[in-house]
Each structure stands twice: as structure tokens, then as C-alpha cells.
């Protein structure tokens, strides 16, 4: 009688694949979210469009214009009228370093443009104005 109750009895071996897809779910959901979750900036522009953009390797002090033409310089949003004292206290060397305005395409023309006049008077004369291709 024992010995028949031990043949009954048998040893399953191997890996259970059940748990291991979940948690393997797990981990691509988690890495999708924090994937996406990290390129949106807080403060949302459409770029216009161009065929002759280039990709800058730097890293440019970015001034943000949004639809309702407000300017953020590092998520802070700035006045006109401080715009050039705010980014040149951010410049290490006026000279060189760069600034890329990033303007909504549905900002005022004119709105760009007191930005870029803004930054003349500061004495920054590198900036360039970003596009998507």
C-alpha cells in the first residue's frame, strides 16, 4: 500500500511562468510610464515647423514663449522687462554662451521679437530661435 501511494506522488520540476509574466509586466509598465512621464515639461509649446533644423549639442539657456505669450526662463515665469537682467545673471560668458528661444507658433510675431530686442540690450547676442523639423 505505501508503495502505490509513492508512485502517485510525483515531483514536479521546472520554473512556474505565471508569476514571472507578471512580474515582468510590472517592470515594462514601470518603465514605460517613467519613460514618458520624464520628457514632458511642465509648460507646453507647439513649435513651429522647419526644414532646415539642426539639433544643437549644447546645452542653451531655453526661454520659453507659450500661446498666451508668456516668457519662462527654467520654468520660472519672467516680465519682459526682467527678461535680459534674469538671463543674463544666468550666462557664464555672454559672448559665447547661447540662448534658444522656444516660441509657440501661436505666440504674437511681436512678442518674439521684444524677447529678442530684450536680449540685445542685455548684450546677448547669441540666440537662436528653436523649430521642430
Known amino acids: 500500500m505505501l508503495r502505490r501511494s509513492a508512485q502517485r506522488l510525483k515531483l514536479r520540476t521546472g520554473i512556474e511562468l505565471a ?7 510590472l517592470l515594462v509598465t ?3 510610464m517613467n ?5 514632458n515639461p511642465q509648460i507646453r509649446i507647439e513649435l513651429p515647423k522647419s526644414d532646415t533644423a539642426q539639433i544643437t549639442e549644447t546645452q542653451p539657456l531655453v526661454v520659453l514663449i507659450n500661446q498666451d505669450n508668456q516668457i519662462f526662463v527654467n520654468d520660472r ?3 519682459l522687462r526682467e527678461l535680459g537682467k534674469t538671463v543674463a545673471s544666468l550666462l557664464k560668458d555672454k559672448e559665447k554662451d547661447q540662448v534658444i528661444i522656444r516660441g509657440d507658433k501661436r505666440a504674437s510675431y511681436q512678442m518674439v521679437i521684444s524677447v ?7 548684450g546677448i547676442t547669441r540666440f537662436n530661435l528653436a523649430t521642430e523639423r
Do not use: R, S
Not at 508569476?19 to 509586466?25: E, K, M, N, Q
Not at 519613460?35 to 520628457?39: D, P
Not at 529678442?116 to 542685455?122: F, G, H, I, Q
Open 19 to 25: 508569476p514571472f509574466v507578471d512580474i515582468l509586466f
Open 30 to 32: 514601470y518603465f514605460l
Open 35 to 39: 519613460a514618458t512621464l520624464a520628457n
Open 77 to 79: 515665469n519672467v516680465p
Open 116 to 122: 529678442m530686442d530684450e536680449l540685445n540690450k542685455a
